[in-house]
């Protein structure tokens, strides 16, 4: 089953962060450029979490707004 995805915003450390799961301290950290950093699972390699610093600054400084990432969104099915 796949997970939801759960979005944050921590408006005094301004960090947005995008999770399948809660952070754990055994998940392997790579910092994926411009200030994003991935979370990843230690056993299969695979983004649990990424958190992106600077998010309101960062919308403001360009009008677009990319991750390094490809994505299969689909509609949950208790939607």
């Known amino acids: 089953m796949e997970k939801k ?3 944050e915003y ?3 450390a301004d960090i ?3 999770s ?3 952070p754990y301290a055994e998940q ?3 910092e994926l450029g411009d200030e994003v ?3 990843l699972n230690p056993r299969t ?3 649990e979490n990424l958190e992106i610093l600077f998010f309101s600054t960062r919308l403001l ?3 677009l707004f990319e991750l390094p990432l490809s994505a299969d969104l689909r509609l949950a099915a208790d939607h």
């Open 20 to 22: 399948k799961n809660p």
């Open 10 to 12: 921590d408006r005094e």
């Open 37 to 39: 950093i991935a979370r």
């Open 45 to 47: 390699g695979e983004v």
């Open 16 to 18: 947005l962060t995008i």
């Open 5 to 7: 995805l759960k979005f």
């Open 28 to 30: 392997e950290c790579e």
């Open 61 to 63: 400084r360009q009008n």
